[in-house]
């Protein structure tokens, strides 16, 4: 069972910063497309940024010039760098890993934001 183990959410004003990191296996973090997903509670799981193993990136529109996905290649760990937080960015924060059809999540870490 492959796992993903984030860390890094808490609770923060608006206008404020957090990080999110994700540790993987090292073949995973070398081969997959790196992921983070959010999700409120009584809404599906949405795609916030993703990351190609040739660092390409994509970020959801609400999170752009904010959010910032980044590979720690020392540690095999995906970080996610978040600045000007929102209140409608509170939501569990789920780090993701696929490669043609195999998928694997991580347990969650919840991201606050406070008015």
């Known amino acids: 069972q492959v796992k993903l183990v984030e860390s890094g959410g808490g609770l923060v004003q608006a206008g404020g910063s957090l990080s999110l990191t994700c540790a993987s296996p090292?073949?995973?973090?070398?081969?997959?497309?790196m992921a983070w997903f959010r999700q409120i509670p009584g809404k599906q799981r949405e795609l916030v940024a993703t990351?190609?193993?040739?660092?390409?990136?994509y970020y959801h529109d609400s999170v752009k010039g904010r959010f910032t996905i980044v590979k720690n290649y020392l540690k095999a760990r995906i970080h996610l760098y978040m600045n000007h937080l929102k209140p409608e960015d509170t939501a569990v924060y789920y780090c993701?890993?696929?490669?043609?059809?195999?998928?694997?999540w991580g347990q969650g870490t919840q991201v606050a934001v406070a008015l």
């Open positions: 993701n890993a696929e490669l043609g059809g195999q998928i694997h």
């Open positions: 090292g073949e995973i973090f070398a081969t997959y497309t």
């Open positions: 990351i190609q193993p040739n660092e390409t990136t």
